[in-house]
């Protein structure tokens, strides 16, 4: 057989086995996987030496926002920075949310957000839909699934940004998406009860005494907890599919898991800053470049997520990236309200998975795989396309060391971010070499991939088959 390329000698890691072998390319795809693959006679394919390496499945991030319009700025990283930092992480594939901005319709926000990655993005992408208004949006749903969208999201929160969706238009959207083959996600937080938080403690006052550690005091867990718990209540009503982005709380797993057992369809992501961080963060000097919604929460939250993983309630992880600079966060001048809420991520989630969870025995190698790469996949409609090590599906591979480490340090990065959440963390687990539909895109842990070379991928509905 001719190969392109052959990954040779690694563990080639799945989210059931690790095993031994050779994995060959050619024209984009896993064309074989062997214990030893040969190069043949015309020897003319590039060997990648993957001895003593992990070999796995290149990331899926389904939850980034690039150059987004938000908290009277824009993200600092777009699909130049932010495409070659997820590359760098080992991220070959990212999901984007497509937002309509005013009147726009559905069709108008995917061809916003598509002329924003086409010509800049390094890796493949796809996005979700954000639904600002159920009742006009509606009619072009059917079409967005048609067009390799089936992944619709609403916000329980932002009244003020214009993305807040009521109850009614949750119920409308689980039970119109249920037929169709769709999913909904859902940003849970309470936003009557939050908003009347913020307003008790938004005084000079308590500004000076707490300032950004009022991003904790003002979100008390049930503020989270109480939105999971209503959107449970109409997925559980209407039988259509929920997940719940950016989960940060323990008391969220513990909903989450008794729904399931129940029968109720929701999944939960969790993200790197709910596992590593927690909100003590809040109150140093530079608390404020943490603030993000939902905010990061305790350790004992960290310990119920970690723990939930593992079982099998919290089901993804992705990283919400969401990138503001020093220079915009420091925008909030005191006032925690008026931070740009928002942290990068794309570059370190793999590592601060495989570092914290995978070194710390906290999850196998092969359940990173799944929580990162195959469950990702499988929920969002990219499998076996993309996810998982096996012949046929796009060659979408990361290789990492499994000790060396590296400093986090965002001036070394590829990120436009001038601060990072991990700055000074010693983490295993970057991509030495990371590989996107066959095309080398990080070597020896170097950039060396291209603008415009990432495509839209098409994502199948979600009906079972
Ligand atoms: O603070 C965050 N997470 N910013 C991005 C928007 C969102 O809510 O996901
Ligand atoms: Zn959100
Ligand atoms: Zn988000």
Redesign the pocket.
């Known amino acids: 057989m001719k190969f392109d390329t052959i990954i040779k000698g690694g563990k080639l890691v799945t989210a059931s086995e690790t095993v031994r072998g050779d994995l060959g390319i050619r024209d984009g795809r896993i064309v074989a996987i062997a214990k030893r693959l040969d190069a043949g006679r015309a020897n003319d394919a590039t060997i990648v030496d993957a001895s003593g390496r992990y070999v796995m499945p290149g990331g899926i991030d389904a939850h980034v926002h690039l150059a987004l319009p938000f908290c009277g700025t824009v993200s600092a990283d777009d699909y130049d920075s932010g495409t070659r930092a997820a590359a760098c992480g080992g991220v070959t594939t990212l999901i984007d949310f497509a937002i309509p901005y005013g009147k726009e319709t559905l069709q108008q926000a995917v061809d916003n957000w598509q002329a924003r990655a086409e010509g800049k993005a390094c890796i493949d992408y796809s996005f979700h839909l954000a639904i600002t208004n159920w009742e006009q949006q509606k009619k072009d749903v059917p079409k967005m699934i048609e067009r390799g969208i089936p992944t619709f999201k609403q916000?329980m929160i932002y009244e003020s940004q214009g993305w807040q969706s009521d109850d009614a238009a949750m119920y409308a959207a689980l039970e119109a998406l249920r037929d169709l083959g769709g999913m909904l996600c859902v940003?849970a937080e309470s936003s009557r009860v939050l908003d009347m938080l913020i307003e008790r403690h938004h005084n000079k006052a308590e500004m000076k005494k707490h300032g950004a550690y009022l991003h904790t005091i003002t979100r008390p867990n049930f503020i989270e907890a109480e939105a999971i718990q209503r959107a449970i209540e109409w997925a559980r009503v209407t039988r259509g599919r929920l997940y719940i982005?950016?989960m940060s709380t323990g008391e969220g797993a513990d909903l989450v898991r008794r729904a399931r057992e129940e029968g109720v369809d929701v999944i939960a992501e969790t993200c790197p800053q709910y596992l590593a961080l927690d909100d003590s963060l809040f109150a140093g000097k530079d608390g404020h470049l943490y603030g993000t919604?939902?905010q990061i929460k305790k350790p004992r939250d960290q310990k119920r997520l970690w723990a939930g993983l593992k079982s099998g309630e919290v089901s993804t992880i992705a990283t919400?990236t969401c990138t503001f600079n020093t220079k915009q966060k420091a925008m909030w001048k005191g006032d925690w309200t008026k931070i740009p809420m928002g942290m990068p991520g794309l570059e370190t989630m793999l590592p601060i998975i495989f570092t914290d969870g995978v070194l710390k025995r906290r999850l196998t190698v092969n359940q990173l795989v799944e929580k990162c790469c195959t469950a990702p996949a499988r929920i969002m409609g990219l499998y076996p396309r993309k996810g998982t090590l096996q012949v046929g599906a796009d060659a979408d591979v990361t290789i990492i060391h499994p000790t060396k480490k590296r400093r986090v340090d965002w001036r070394k990065m590829q990120t436009n971010c001038d601060w990072s959440p991990f700055q000074g963390r010693e983490l295993a687990g970057f991509a030495e070499h990371t590989f996107c539909r066959g095309e080398q895109i990080v070597k020896d842990y170097r950039f060396v991939g291209r603008n415009g070379y990432g495509q839209f991928v098409p994502r199948s509905n979600l009906l079972p088959s």
């Open positions: 916000f940003h982005v950016h919604c939902p919400d």
